[in-house]
């Protein structure tokens, strides 16, 4: 089918640990719950996609085994497109997640996998949905230089170009004039720039360092303080979207991401794209894990109106 949204990227199952506090190393402590369950940043930010109205397709490489079972159940159920998830001769990745009880705070181990085997000869086998796409979505849990392909491909069809430069790595300056909104959290933007961005005022200054190096447009999440979009024009700054108590902030970024890409995908103007993104987010957090946070469009919607 022709899709509205692209998302090359990663599948991993999570492995969540919930726990009153972080052992010392050689320690052993007794944790509060456990769950598996569907993950990677690519994976989750297309269920985000899905759920909230978009028709979308997924490019990834999943093992021969029971995570990749497990991705493929997720996606027939989500209605995401899976012409283009390849399969690979190794075990599909995981992703250790350690959750603080109290804070709902996390740290994150990946493990990718089947996923990082992708090529870009496969990516190029998905260029005709890439190029009848509206919005093209990527993140760093694959090669770069894989990444950086289907950018490329991207743009050289007039498609929209989103990078969630997460985790935070290293970026090669021929990539930043191929994205259209290059949508870092707070660590990941002062990890690329090497400032704080501790302040608003500190956001805009290290996003236009970001845009310096060729990026169309900068768009900063702030966790509860919102999101910046700083672009040549100047600033715009939008209000986090709150649906209630923090249960785990785990998925916040892919669930922004993912809505922030439907709404493009829709024709909304940026800053509206952000609200909404803002707003996919802030249900989220209210829930345990990642791709099953994941609100659907009638949640999003009745948030938006009552907010």
Not at 13 to 19: E, G, L, Y
Not at 125 to 143: G, T
């Amino acid at each position: 089918m022709s899709c509205d949204v692209v998302v090359l990227g990663s599948f991993v199952a999570d492995v969540a640990f919930r726990t009153r506090r972080l052992p010392k190393w050689g320690e052993t402590f007794m944790g509060e719950t456990f769950a598996l369950g569907p993950g990677g940043k690519g994976s989750n930010q297309a269920v985000a996609a899905a759920r909230a109205g978009a028709k979308t397709c997924f490019i990834s490489k999943l093992g021969e085994d029971a995570f990749g079972r497990l991705a493929r159940d997720t996606y027939a159920a989500e209605g995401i497109d899976t012409e283009f998830v390849f399969q690979a001769d190794c075990a599909t990745g995981a992703a250790a997640i350690i959750i603080d009880e109290e804070r709902g705070e996390n740290a994150i181990i990946v493990v990718p996998g089947a996923c990082y085997t992708i090529t870009p000869e496969e990516v190029d086998r998905a260029e005709r949905a890439i190029a009848s796409a509206k919005v093209f979505v990527a993140q760093l849990e694959l090669p770069i230089s894989v990444v950086e392909h289907g950018l490329r491909l991207a743009k050289k069809h007039g498609v929209t170009t989103v990078l969630n430069p997460a985790p935070a790595a290293s970026l090669p300056e021929s990539i930043f004039a191929l994205v259209d909104y290059l949508v870092p959290n707070e660590t990941e933007c002062s990890e690329l720039t090497g400032m704080s961005v501790a302040t608003d005022a500190e956001a805009e200054q290290a996003a236009d360092v970001l845009l310096k190096r060729g990026a169309s447009n900068i768009v900063v999440t702030l966790g509860e303080r919102g999101a910046l979009l700083r672009n040549v024009s100047g600033s715009c700054f939008t209000k986090a979207v709150s649906a209630g108590s923090v249960v785990e902030t785990t998925g916040a970024g892919d669930a922004f991401c993912g809505g922030f890409a439907a709404a493009l995908a829709e024709g909304r103007a940026p800053q509206d794209a952000m609200r909404f993104g803002c707003a996919v987010a802030g249900i989220s957090v209210t829930r345990a894990g990642t791709a099953p946070s994941m609100p659907k469009r009638s949640e999003v919607d009745d948030l938006l109106a009552r907010s």
